[in-house]
């Protein structure tokens, strides 16, 4: 996770992580006689956060008081590379698609009334997006001091 520490937090409410590629959250698409869908991608992506969410909680009710979260979102490198290019791209900044706010977005969402009551109740984020060996989402949650 990171390495640097969070400012006025009080204890940490959960952490966990998830090992598969991250999804940003996708926007709604329509049918052609008007109906609102989730992509597939996103309706069961949102469903292993939720379900890791839950575990994470271990049975405790979602807190409503305001939290600071940490997100880290790690990408293996495209195996098209040669393993020399997939070695040095390893800890530096993925700048490829999905947008940083697309995943950070489906993450909260998923956590809504499961972690925390709304995701408006988060006051602060730190997020980062890597290449990593292996690809997975980090989450920790604090509540803040009041």
């Known amino acids: 996770m990171f390495d640097h520490e969070f400012n006025a937090v009080s204890r940490e409410v959960c952490s966990f992580e998830i090992e598969t590629t991250p999804v940003g959250k ?3 698409r329509f049918t052609r006689n008007g109906a609102v869908y989730t992509p597939k991608a996103t309706a069961a992506a949102e469903k292993i956060v939720r379900w890791k969410s839950r575990i994470a909680m271990q049975g405790k009710p ?4 305001p939290v600071c979260v940490a997100l880290e979102f790690h990408f293996a490198p495209p195996k098209s590379l040669s393993d020399k290019k997939r070695a040095a791209l ?3 900044a993925m700048t490829k ?3 940083i706010d ?3 977005k489906l993450v909260f969402d998923a956590m ?3 972690v925390w009551m709304d995701d408006k109740q988060v ?3 730190t997020t980062k997006k890597v290449y990593s060996e292996t690809s997975k989402v980090s989450v920790k949650v604090y509540e803040l001091s009041e």
């Open 26 to 28: 996708g926007r709604p």
């Open 62 to 65: 979602p807190i409503d008081t």
């Open 112 to 114: 809504n009334g499961i």
């Open 123 to 125: 006051s602060s984020l």
């Open 90 to 92: 390893i800890g530096q």
């Open 102 to 104: 697309n995943l950070v």
């Open 97 to 99: 698609k999905p947008d």
